[in-house]
Each structure stands twice: as C-alpha cells, then as structure tokens.
C-alpha cells in the first residue's frame, strides 16, 4: 500500500493536475467544460477559493488554486467538484453508484514563490500545444490564456514554440 501524504499549506497555492478515467476525452465539448465550470463555481461559492491559472484538455486538467488564509484543505473542494462535474455529465451510475468520469485522486503540488507560479502557469497555458490540441496556447478555447493576455500577463502570440522556462517539464 502506498504511503502517500497530501501536501497541506494553509492558505496555500498549489498546483493540481486532476485525470479523467482511463484518460478518456471526456471534456472534447463545450458542454461537458460548461458543466465542469459550474461544478467550480458551485464548489466556489460555497467553500471560497481562488483559480490563478486553468486549462482544461479532453482528458485532464491542471490549474493553480489560492486558498484562503487559514484554510488548507483542497480534498474536499476536489471531491465536490469531481461529484458535481460527474452527476452533470454522467447521470447515470454503476451498481456501485460510480460515474466512471474521473481518476480516484488528483496530483498536487504546492507553489514555492513567484518563479515557482509562473513556470506553472507557463506550463498550463502552453499544455494544449504540448499535447497537439493547437498551434499556439491563444488557439485554445478552455484555457485562462486570454485573461493573462486581457491584463497584460502575457502577449497573444507567446508559446508558439516551447518557452525554454518550462523545457522538459512533466507535470502530469
């Protein structure tokens, strides 16, 4: 039996990369990301949390969560999300009462300082190129790209070609 310990910061940033079920491209539509985003802003409203950075791909996603000061637990945000994603997408259960949508657990880790951030927000904007989905990070619709280019963050063009701050980075 693994001897897995969950990182716990309170009012931490952490980053997450969260798997569907055998990795199958469960978030390929705009429905099922439309329901994945209300299962967010559920969760939100009812246990606060900030998301600095997200891209959603058909079969996982990876996002950096704030949580409040004082507060350090993201397990169970996770397993409201996951549920309410999965009642919305998959109504109907196993024997077992199991949607199948995702991967019993998720992988975190915590943000270390500013250069630690922004080496996983470049890896999060720029995992849809990574993986062929599009040309360029702006190309990709379910992805908080085109908020960092609305502020400044980042120029629309950027990550047309791997950025050497995150060559050789796995983070899945």
Not at 12 to 31: A, K, Y
Request: include cysteine; hydrophobic fraction near 40%.
């Amino acid at each position: 039996m693994p001897n897995y310990r969950r990182a716990f910061v309170l009012g931490g940033v952490l980053f997450f990369t969260v798997v569907t079920f055998e990795r199958r491209p469960i978030f390929s539509s705009d429905d099922a990301v439309a329901h994945l985003r209300e299962a967010f802003r559920k969760v939100k409203a009812a246990r606060p949390f900030t998301v600095d950075a997200v891209v959603v791909l058909p079969d996982h996603l990876n996002c950096i969560w704030r949580l409040p000061e004082g507060d350090g637990d993201y397990s169970s945000r996770w397993r409201e999300i996951k549920k309410a994603a999965s009642r919305a997408i998959a109504p109907r259960s196993d024997d077992r009462q199991e949607r199948w949508v995702w991967q019993r657990r998720f992988w975190e880790s915590v943000i270390r300082d500013d250069d630690d951030w922004r080496r996983h927000v470049e890896y999060i904007h720029y995992n849809p190129v990574k993986h062929g989905y599009a040309v360029r990070p702006a190309d990709w619709p379910w992805s908080s790209f085109a908020r960092f280019v609305e502020r400044g963050w980042h120029e629309a063009p950027w990550g047309a070609s791997e950025p050497e701050t995150i060559r050789g980075l796995d983070l899945e």
